[in-house]
């Protein structure tokens, strides 16, 4: 069986080392960090994670300040909303849950959100930075933040290693790529239309499975010994369960594990990550407007 990367445990040590320096914020300005966070629509998924984010805020002293807007919300009204956020001085990141409803254009809102407050990094300017490499981003998206920091605090090594990137998504797949490129690995970026993908994610020393399908890799597309990172979040239907479903990341996990060297699991691996990365970009974005960095 392979080793398994507790996301859930070295997100609540990053967590706690958060809440340390919260405090030091406070006694050295009299201020916290705020994240505001913003709902369209009322899709389960989204209002989940945005109250496990307010609820994370909680836990390590960061002040949180939500907005709610109805599904049918105008991008006028919502730019005016981010606008409004970007000029309140208590507010140090933005978060604009994704996705958003069809008619809006997601691009124009994220483009809106200021640079300095982008703590979900996907503001342009900062993708744009994250893509040279001679340039360092404001903010590192926090998925692919979470990515690397397990790999980190796994002592995995990454400079040198083939690492096979399985998706392509703005979110996840194209900035954990440029992440693992800048510590100098050898990337391979594969997706819907690579083919043979079983022998091309078997090249990888490092997999990481970004493509939103349940179960979709198997044992025979894994190196043996591999570290894979599994950042799929499918719920599937079980009738075992209490409420008819359960999650499963996109490698198939028991077909997998004996063939891996490590492994993340799914719940408890990189989603637990992408909260304590928000955190950390959200605490680091206060203590630069309060110039403690
Ligand atoms: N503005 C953003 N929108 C979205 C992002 C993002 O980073 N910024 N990422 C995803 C969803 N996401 C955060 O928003 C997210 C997904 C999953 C988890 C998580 O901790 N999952 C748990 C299981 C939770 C459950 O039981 O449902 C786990 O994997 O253990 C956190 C955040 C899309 N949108």
Known sequence: MAKLIDGKAIAATIREEIKVEVRKIEASVGKVPGLATVLVGSRTDSTTYVRMKRKACEEVGIESFHTELPESVSE???????ERLN??????????QLPLPKHINEERILSAISVEKDVDGFHPVNIGKLAMKSRTPRFVPCTPRGCIELLVRS????????AVVLGRSNIVGLPVSLLLLHRNATVIVCHSKTQDLPSVCRQGDILIAAVGRANMVKR???KPGAVVIDVGINSIPDASKKNGYRLVGDVDFDDCKDVCGMITPVPGGTGPMTIAMLLRNCCDSAKEAFGLS
């Open 155 to 162: 002592n995995v090594s990454i400079e040198g290693k083939c």
């Open 76 to 82: 006028e009204e919502l730019l005016s909303c981010v």
């Open 220 to 222: 025979d597309w894994i």
């Open 87 to 96: 000029a309140d001085p208590a507010v140090h990141g933005i978060l604009v």
